[in-house]
């Protein structure tokens, strides 16, 4: 199982399986989704946990049009109890996955703050200051997303986690996102302005749309962590399924992560040996026929494999073309 100090210490990108609420309120879903998320190659399994008070205004308190649209009853119908995710946080680790969670509320943060060495803040949740200053005082490592903010203001709440190891997730908080709304231009900024290696302050990519390219780009330009929703099948009613994809797909962003971070752990390109670079490249030869003590043009050299005789090169090319034969040379005879 992943240390989560390793992404810290090392050039690994951490991978996240957002499983969230797609477990539908089923436990017996939630333990598939984490096998998926194993299977898939994730590093760790990430889910939402809040209490059964939820975290909600009380309706009394609530205009009308207002309760219309909170998704109230959507999250009465998936709560799971704390002491499922106990069972879930256990079964986890015993698979090999790291398991950690978001807090929605205070007494979930209870409930998680010795169960887990990783906290996760939602984007909605960066000016949950109740929350971010409990967490602080736990001094673990902490992923906050960003979806709904500017970098200032990203900034100004970051200040209550300044004792703590960060990752900063570049985030869009539509469901779902599209390529257009994600600025990899912007990203390069974010990057630029809120990571600090030294500190333990780094950034990733928590991203909801369905493409896989999108992560393999933001990996390839620093993000240190990848955040992706994983859905068991992407066409049930799954409530996150507009942003997350199926556990094929998962794997398949997986590998191309991996094969990124390989070769950008590479100080330099592994060129071909001697010899097969002798065999591809090309020695300068005669065109034509080439009498001996006649000046040799550039319209009668040509360059033909293998490079063994005299190489083509800038260098070479010098010392013959205007220069008297020394010799008789044959249509696409070697010069030497």
């Not at 068991?232 to 009613?237: A, F, H, K, S, Y």
């Not at 994809?245 to 752990?265: A, C, G, Y």
Request: hydrophobic share 40%.
């Amino acid at each position: 199982m992943l240390n989560i100090d390793s992404v810290f210490s090392g050039n690994k990108v951490l991978v996240i399986a957002e499983v969230g609420i797609n477990h539908n309120g089923n436990f017996d879903k939630l333990i598939k989704l984490v096998e998926n998320a194993k299977n898939s190659g994730a590093d760790a399994v990430k889910f939402q946990v809040f209490s059964e008070k939820l975290f909600f205004v009380e309706e009394k308190y609530l205009p009308k049009n207002i309760i219309e649209k909170i998704p109230i009853n959507i999250f009465k119908k998936v709560f799971i109890p704390f002491e499922k995710y106990q069972e879930i946080f256990d079964y986890s680790k015993s698979i090999g996955i790291l398991p950690f969670a978001t807090p929605l509320d205070l007494e979930s943060f209870d409930f998680l703050e010795n169960l887990q060495d990783v906290f996760k803040v939602a984007s909605s949740d960066i000016t949950y200051i109740p929350l971010l200053k409990r967490i602080s005082k736990t001094k673990k490592t902490v992923i906050i997303s960003t979806g709904f903010s500017t970098i200032q203001e990203v900034k100004k709440y970051l200040v209550l986690l300044k004792n703590n190891s960060t990752i900063v997730m570049f985030c869009v908080s539509r469901y779902p996102s599209y390529p257009k709304d994600i600025s990899i231009k912007e990203f390069i900024n974010f990057r630029k302005t809120l990571e600090n290696e030294k500190k333990r302050k780094l950034v990733g990519f928590s991203d909801h749309t369905k493409t896989l390219s999108l992560p393999i780009a933001m990996v390839s330009l620093g993000a240190k962590a990848i955040e992706k929703h994983l859905t068991l099948n992407e066409n049930d009613d799954s409530p996150d399924n507009s942003v997350s994809i199926s556990p094929n797909k998962f794997k398949t962003m997986v590998d191309m992560i991996r094969e990124v971070e390989e070769s950008l752990n590479s100080k330099r390109r592994n060129l071909p040996d001697k010899f097969t670079k002798e065999m591809s490249m090309r020695s300068l030869v005669a065109k034509t026929y080439i009498r001996k003590g006649s000046t040799i043009k550039e319209e009668d050299i040509e360059a033909l494999r293998p490079s063994t005789f005299l190489p083509c090169s800038i260098e070479n090319w010098k010392k013959i073309v205007n220069k008297k034969s020394k010799r008789d040379y044959l249509q696409r005879e070697p010069f030497l």
